[in-house]
Structures are given as structure tokens and as C-alpha cells.
């Protein structure tokens, strides 16, 4: 054997002893897809956590958190999350800004904790009342969406109230200094402001809004990952039945893993009551009025077409 055959036995030998001393479970580990989601505040990971709805995977979830839908789509956009828990209206102003996602789930939850919310000794009492008010909350969002639809219902025009586009945590801290009259949110935070007595409702969206959300997912993750998409929301399906079943239970884990009071929890969990549905033609209507209403009231500058924007072939089975 000549010195460079010998070298070259050596070289395969000692590769073919390194593939053979790697672990087991870390070979296994680089064949697993990961799923980029990404999550709200008290959203699909704390539900999925206490329902120990994260057992047996088999694929990796790489988290990311993120305080409201805005910079959740935009982390979409970019494809630096798979998938994610959005509104029907944060969806449709990301949709209309071209980002390329679908629906893959819907469900429909009671939209009360979609509010308008005053300080306690605010003297407004009507959504008339917010004419020429200052009104913080986060563009596109679905407080932005429960804003423009009581006041348009109330009579007033869009530019009769003055909008300050800000965080869910400097909103609320607006509100509470009193650099606004009023702040436009969603649950927990709804709740978290009641139970807290630093605010209280002046309209919610029970009656002004269809009160759909969804889960979202790219158009690249979903040719990419469909196994693992389809797992992943029957997981969540599957978490959301389990949580009603468990509701003192999982509002106390819900509590503790958001880091807000179990009565805040607990309100909010409770009266959102919220449900899996399919994507059915009454859905796809609800969405569509929804955009129509963005273009009617300028938002989105061109008429959008929601249909496009489902994929009804993901079962929402427990």
C-alpha cells in the first residue's frame, strides 16, 4: 500500500468511526423539519403547554412571540415565521400590503373582549362620544378594525377621530397618563385593564364584528411543511376542546405562563368562548364584508378578493 492510499484509508476510517460515534439522537435530530410559529401574547403556545398538547412531536417548533398581529405578519412576509395566530382584519391589511399567506384554520370566538376602552372616570359613554378624541392602538389591527366600525355605525366619518398608531404596552400606557381619551385592543389585554380597574369598555365588538381569527401560514411553508402544518393545528384544535373541558385548570397555567393575573386570565379565557370552524362559504362572506368595509373606508386602496387567500384542504378535527 502506497503512503497516499495509506492516508486515504485512514481519512475514510476514522469519518466512517466519527458517523458511527455521533449520538443516535442528534442524527435524528438534523432529519427533523422544524416549524417556524410564530405567537401572541396568551396565544397558541400557552394553550398548547397546558394542555400538553406539545407531547410526541415529531418534528421541533421554533418560537417566536410577538405583542400584536402587525409585527406578526411582517415577520410572516419576510418568512421569518411558518405560521401564526392572526385576526380576520390584521390578515386582510397584510394581504392587501402582498404578503403571501393563506388561512389554513379558522375559528370563531365572542369579539366583547374587542373593545374601545376609556379610563374609569372617562365622561364618555358612546362610541358618538370619541368625535375629535385621540384613540391609540396598532394600525390595521382588530382594535384598529373595531374603531372605524363603531364609529361609522355611530354615524361619524373615519377622519372624525385622531388615531396615534402605537404598542399594545405604550397604548396602555397612554391611556392610564392620559395622553389619549381612549385605547382600541383585544383580550388579554382587554381583560387585564378591567380586572385592573385602569380602564373599562365604551363599545366592544359583540354585534360590530363576525369574530373571526385564523391561522395563518406562508404559501412557502404551506408546499414545504403541509405534514407538519396539519399536525400542528389538529394539536391546537385538540388543546382548545381540552381547555373548556379544564377551564379553572388551564386559566391558572395560562395565568402563570403570560405572567397575568388568574382573574384576567380567567375573564378573558371564559368569555371569548372560542370554536374551530371550517372554512365554509359562510366564513369566506364574513371575510369578505370585512375587507370590503378596509376599502370603503380607505385602509386598503384596492378591492381584495378573500377567496384566494383560504386553504380548506387542512382538517380541523380533534
Do not use: C
Amino acid at each position: 500500500m502506497t503512503q497516499a492510499s495509506r492516508r486515504q484509508f485512514i481519512t475514510h476510517t476514522l469519518a466512517g468511526a466519527t458517523a458511527l460515534a455521533l449520538p443516535t439522537a442528534l442524527l435524528h435530530a438534523q432529519s427533523r423539519p422544524v416549524l417556524k410559529a410564530g405567537d401572541q401574547k396568551g396565544g397558541l403556545r400557552a394553550l398548547l403547554e397546558a394542555a400538553g398538547g406539545l407531547e410526541g412531536l415529531a418534528y421541533d417548533i421554533q418560537w417566536s412571540e410577538f405583542p400584536a398581529a402587525a409585527p406578526l405578519a411582517e415577520a410572516l412576509n419576510a418568512g421569518a415565521v411558518d405560521s401564526g395566530p392572526i385576526g380576520d382584519a390584521p390578515l386582510i391589511f397584510a394581504l392587501a400590503a402582498g404578503t403571501r399567506v393563506k388561512a389554513i384554520g379558522a375559528n370563531r370566538s365572542d369579539s366583547y373582549g374587542t373593545a374601545v376602552l376609556v379610563r374609569p372616570d372617562s365622561p364618555l359613554k358612546t362610541a358618538a362620544d370619541l368625535k375629535g378624541k385621540s384613540i391609540a392602538t396598532n394600525r390595521g389591527s382588530i382594535g384598529h378594525y373595531v374603531t372605524l366600525k363603531a364609529i361609522t355605525t355611530a354615524g361619524l366619518k373615519p377622519e372624525d377621530v385622531n388615531f396615534r398608531f402605537l404598542a399594545p404596552a405604550d397604548a396602555k400606557l397612554a391611556l392610564t397618563q392620559g395622553s389619549v381619551d381612549a385605547w382600541a385592543t383585544w383580550e388579554p389585554y382587554t381583560a387585564l385593564a378591567e380586572t385592573s380597574h385602569h380602564a373599562r369598555v365604551l363599545v366592544s365588538g359583540r354585534g360590530l364584528l363576525p369574530g373571526l381569527s385564523y391561522l395563518a401560514a406562508t404559501d412557502a411553508a404551506i408546499a414545504a411543511k403541509r405534514p407538519v402544518l396539519q399536525d400542528f393545528l389538529q394539536r391546537v384544535v385538540k388543546a382548545q376542546a381540552w381547555s373548556y373541558r379544564n377551564v379553572d385548570a388551564f386559566s391558572a397555567t395560562l395565568a402563570r405562563i403570560i405572567g397575568i393575573p388568574p382573574e384576567a386570565a380567567k375573564l378573558q379565557f371564559e368569555r371569548r368562548q372560542q370554536n374551530w370552524v371550517p372554512i365554509d362559504g359562510q366564513v369566506i362572506a364574513d371575510q369578505q364584508r370585512t375587507a370590503d368595509f378596509y376599502h370603503q373606508v380607505g385602509l386598503i386602496k384596492q378591492p381584495l378578493d378573500v377567496r384566494p387567500t383560504f386553504d380548506a384542504g387542512f382538517a380541523t378535527s380533534a
